[in-house]
């Protein structure tokens, strides 16, 4: 082996360990924190009687966070496709919709969004639907489904 080739070799070899710890790294920061380590925790909302016999109603659910107790709304559709759970965040930049009776339809205060009782966008900025929440009947009790870091979770 010549020391041509064994230097050049030896420069290969440190620029690819550089190379792949640089990309090691920038992938490692890409990846979002809260997205590492979820899991599904399903929070008592309602007793399954207080559920609406048809149409939209805002309910609330609770749940601790690293010791604080958090309070979120959550809006509980029964129409026909069944019961489910609709987020009353915004697509668009996050304002919270409210219900128009009337109207059958959440819009948005601040933006003019709109989306139908099944959280489609009607009109308006809004990117894309509601979001569905989890939500499950046990025992006579609703529980929403959220997400959680894994270490709160437990």
């Known amino acids: 082996m010549t020391r041509r080739n064994f230097l050049t070799g030896t420069a290969k070899a440190i620029v690819t360990a550089i190379v792949t710890g640089v990309m090691a790294v920038a992938a490692y920061f890409m990846y979002p924190a809260g997205l590492r380590a979820r899991a599904m925790v399903y929070c008592d909302c309602m007793d399954e009687d207080a559920l609406p016999k048809k149409g939209v109603k805002r309910a609330e659910y609770r749940y601790k966070l690293k010791g604080n107790e958090m309070a979120h709304s959550v809006f509980i559709v029964n129409d026909e496709r069944g019961v489910y759970a609709l987020s009353p965040v915004c697509t668009h930049l996050g304002c919270l919709v409210n219900y128009n009776r009337l109207k059958n339809e959440f819009i948005c205060p601040c933006h003019g969004g709109k989306y139908d009782v099944s959280g489609k966008?009607?009109?308006?900025?809004?990117?894309?639907?509601?979001?569905?929440?989890?939500?499950?009947?046990e025992n006579g009790r609703v529980y929403i489904g959220i997400m959680l870091p894994a270490t709160a979770a437990a």
Do not use: C, D
């Open 121 to 137: 966008v009607i009109s308006g900025p809004p990117p894309a639907p509601l979001t569905r929440l989890p939500l499950k009947i």
